[in-house]
């Protein structure tokens, strides 16, 4: 018997182009460009772990707006189903969605992205996320399991630290914040190295050095 298989998409190659019924209207990846985008999918509507997602991302979304980002959510439901949820949310809890969420029945776009694992299940998206940049070229994704919510805050700090690392040319450090040190590349040879500590960084060795930015 032969094993389903599944794909995933790659790092810094282009993302998996889409056309996709929304909760507002029809959504394709070419409507972002120009914006960054987190792309996500939940496993299905009217649960709880997802309701605390889509509560987390929707008070958040004025700051990923602030970051040039749009939220799009996905999962293997209707519309309707969708529309219903939403207004669910914002009759219990207080909180509008105000980003498009894909109704994925056909799951092309789950199977294009890779949130359709048989491991977890056949037929609902795993908790995955992919941060697009503005070329629409995929630069993180995370793939969580169904029993376990996110952190939306998460995903906000790696898209501020993509956008300083693209921004200034460096890395960032285990769990980076806007105002902390960022990493210098390092030296390509060994001619630089050896010049490395002069250079006015914070040197700790040739292939260790930080800066303020």
């Not at 509008?96 to 894909?102: D, E, G, S, V, Y």
């Amino acid at each position: 018997m032969n094993e389903a298989v599944v794909t995933f998409p790659q790092l810094n190659q282009a993302a998996p182009a889409f056309n996709a019924k929304t909760t507002h209207g029809i959504k394709t990846l070419e409507d972002y460009k120009g914006k960054w985008l987190v792309l996500f999918s939940h496993p299905a509507d009217f649960t709880p772990v997802c309701t605390t997602e889509f509560i987390g991302f929707a008070t958040r979304a004025e700051q990923f707006a602030a970051l040039n980002c749009e939220l799009l959510g996905l999962s293997i439901d209707s519309v309707h189903s969708h529309i219903a949820w939403a207004r669910s949310i914002e009759q219990n809890f207080g909180v509008k969605i105000t980003f498009p969420i894909i109704a994925d029945l056909s799951m092309a776009v789950a199977k294009a992205y890779g949130m359709i694992q048989p491991g977890a299940s056949d037929t609902a998206a795993v908790r995955a996320t992919f941060i697009i940049d503005p070329n629409g070229i995929l630069r993180a994704m995370v793939y969580y399991p169904m029993s376990n919510g996110r952190s939306i805050d998460e995903f906000l700090r790696v898209l501020r630290a993509l956008q300083t690392s693209d921004e200034h040319k460096v890395a960032t450090p285990e769990n980076w914040q806007p105002g902390d040190d960022v990493i210098v590349p390092p030296p390509a040879t060994s001619a630089d190295a050896d010049i490395r500590k002069d250079q006015g960084y914070n040197y700790v060795d040739w292939y260790y050095s930080t800066k303020t930015l």
